[in-house]
């Protein structure tokens, strides 16, 4: 696993990334554009365990031409980690062990919220918020990451 600075110095500018949300039930997943400008909400896999999203993962990689992946990190509001963080950390270990390309932790502090509070700002109601909101907060961490990277 490398850092989001590592990162940036391994891809060019015309890498499409995969963003995760790792739930311990579900897993929001969301893609970039290859101009790294807008990460786009992709699909939600349940979580069974580790080896089905690592061969799930592989997939979508291989399909969508990604050179990097960016896991969402959960840290608390006051910055320090918490359970989730652990168990976060070492998916993402084990992730990184079983592709071939770079992947980062990025701080996911109110990506959910976030993406509820857009859906709320587009006018859906409760139920279609709610809906796909794992993809959406996927869509959100990989956003934060592309717009840091891009600057």
Aim: hydrophobic content about 40%.
């Amino acid at each position: 696993m490398i850092t989001i600075e590592e990162l940036k110095l391994k891809i060019d500018n015309n890498s499409r990334l995969l963003g995760l949300d790792l739930g311990s039930k579900k897993v929001g997943i969301s893609i970039c554009d290859e101009n790294r400008i807008v990460a786009t909400p992709y699909k939600t896999v349940n979580y069974t365990n580790i080896k089905n999203l690592i061969i799930e993962i592989n997939i979508i990689i291989k399909e969508n031409n990604i050179k990097g992946v960016i896991i969402g990190y959960p840290i608390n509001m006051d910055g320090s980690l918490g359970k989730s963080s652990q168990s976060i950390r070492d998916k993402a270990i084990e992730i990184s062990n079983n592709i071939k390309i770079p992947v980062c932790l990025w701080d996911e502090r109110l990506s959910t919220v976030g993406s509820f509070n857009l859906s709320s700002q587009l006018d859906l109601n409760v139920s279609k918020r709610i809906k796909n909101i794992d993809e959406k907060a996927a869509a959100f961490i990989l956003q934060g990451a592309i717009d840091y990277l891009n600057n």
